[in-house]
């Protein structure tokens, strides 16, 4: 485990933005029955999700996340010294998407802007590169924005992932005061296991070609999906999560010198509800401490836990003190942080 302590850095302000278009699962039955569609939707608790349409790329609800905050903050757009961009959907291969939605938000020239591609971990592991930017002094604020078009990443008659994933975007302010005080940062990986969350092909290990883009049946119950469309093993992402996850939450408290009791809210990787009801369980927590956001939105990636707190918890959010954060995921790769969250504004969820 990489642990990493910061001090007097923190998240003064958070936004999300959606796409309007609705997905009601129950009814997305173009190539399953009913019956089969309810079977899968109960289990996973996943009742609708936001698909962005042709055009809108996570860019763009990163975008309207990033305006609505900084106007409902009234931050000159001059003190934003970074901008960190997290997606595995970015507009292009190249240039960086950062570097465009520097130029499209008016910062300046001097900003600081980049990329980081990594998955469901990636919130929590973008908040330790905001906070070191910070903490080195030289940095009055940084933009961590983080989107994912996640939609598209999964194939519509592969049952096995076709009714887990949601589009959002978030914009995120940090900077520092000593109101903040010391968050504790826990970053972990295990690229052996790369194959239970993956895309195999359209990369440049495994270029596009008619044959990786061609649909096929990919297993024994009838899935279809082409070689550029993600795949999941979800009974070996349950037993990773179990696994890791509980191990590495109770590493960072005691790092941090907290016990379960001091913490306000719990905010997970919305993956299911189903493993995070699991999870929540194995950690003996009370549901009221655990907010989640999977009913209305699903599996958004590395967006999950932002989307959870400025969706549902704009009322709450303000008066936490203190919150862990676990992303965990694809990869695989996993994080978990400790922080303080005194006063953090949160701007009205934005739907596009």
């Known amino acids: 485990m990489a642990f990493i302590k910061y001090r007097n850095v923190g998240i003064s302000g958070l936004a999300a933005a959606v796409p309007i278009n609705t997905i009601d699962n129950y009814k997305y039955t173009k190539y399953f029955d009913e019956a089969s569609v309810k079977e899968v939707v109960d289990k996973i608790g996943i009742k609708e999700r936001r698909f962005a349409p042709e055009g809108m790329c996570a860019s763009d609800l990163c975008f309207a996340a990033a305006e609505k905050l900084i106007a409902d903050m009234q931050i000159h757009k001059q003190e934003i010294a970074s901008l960190i961009f997290i997606s595995q959907t970015p507009d292009y291969r190249m240039p960086a998407t950062s570097v465009v939605l520097q130029d499209r938000l008016g910062l300046a020239k001097s900003t600081a802007a980049f990329d980081i591609n990594l998955g469901c971990s990636a919130f929590v592991y973008g908040l330790?590169?905001?906070?070191?930017?910070?903490?080195?002094?030289?940095?009055?604020?940084a933009l961590l924005l983080d989107g994912e078009t996640r939609s598209r990443v999964y194939h519509p008659k592969d049952r096995?992932?076709?009714?887990?994933?949601?589009?959002?975007?978030?914009?995120?302010?940090?900077?520092?005061?000593?109101?903040?005080?010391?968050?504790?940062?826990?970053?972990?990986?295990?690229?052996?296991?790369?194959?239970?969350?993956?895309?195999?092909?359209?990369?440049?290990?495994?270029?596009?070609?008619?044959?990786?883009?061609?649909?096929?049946?990919?297993?024994?119950?009838?899935?279809?999906?082409?070689?550029?469309?993600?795949?999941?093993?979800?009974?070996?992402?349950?037993?990773?999560?179990?696994?890791?996850?509980?191990?590495?939450?109770?590493?960072?408290?005691?790092?941090?010198?907290?016990?379960?009791?001091?913490?306000?809210?719990?905010?997970?990787?919305?993956?299911?509800?189903?493993?995070?009801?699991?999870?929540?369980?194995?950690?003996?927590?009370?549901?009221?401490?655990?907010?989640?956001?999977?009913?209305?939105?699903?599996?958004?990636?590395?967006?999950?836990?932002?989307l959870t707190m400025a969706s549902q918890m704009k009322e709450t959010l303000p008066n936490a003190q203190t919150?862990?954060?676990?992303?965990?995921?694809?990869?695989?790769?996993?994080?978990?942080?400790?922080?303080?969250s005194p006063g953090m504004y949160v701007s009205s969820l934005v739907e596009i």
Not at 128 to 141: M, Y
Not at 166 to 183: L, M, N, P, R, T
Not at 272 to 283: D, E, I, V
């Open 160 to 306: 096995k992932t076709a009714f887990l994933f949601g589009d959002g975007g978030v914009a995120a302010i940090i900077e520092q005061g000593e109101k903040y005080g010391s968050s504790f940062f826990s970053l972990n990986s295990d690229g052996s296991k790369e194959s239970l969350i993956k895309m195999d092909a359209g990369g440049y290990r495994n270029p596009s070609t008619p044959q990786t883009l061609a649909e096929k049946v990919v297993d024994e119950q009838g899935n279809i999906r082409t070689d550029e469309h993600g795949y999941m093993n979800g009974a070996d992402v349950f037993n990773f999560v179990l696994l890791e996850i509980p191990g590495d939450i109770k590493a960072t408290l005691q790092l941090a010198d907290r016990a379960m009791d001091d913490i306000d809210y719990f905010l997970f990787h919305q993956a299911n509800s189903y493993m995070n009801g699991y999870l929540a369980k194995k950690l003996k927590l009370s549901p009221e401490k655990v907010p989640s956001c999977i009913e209305k939105f699903g599996n958004t990636s590395s967006v999950s836990i932002p």
């Open 323 to 340: 919150l862990l954060l676990s992303g965990f995921g694809v990869g695989m790769s996993w994080a978990t942080c400790v922080l303080n």
């Open 128 to 141: 330790s590169v905001a906070f070191a930017l910070i903490q080195t002094g030289g940095f009055r604020k």
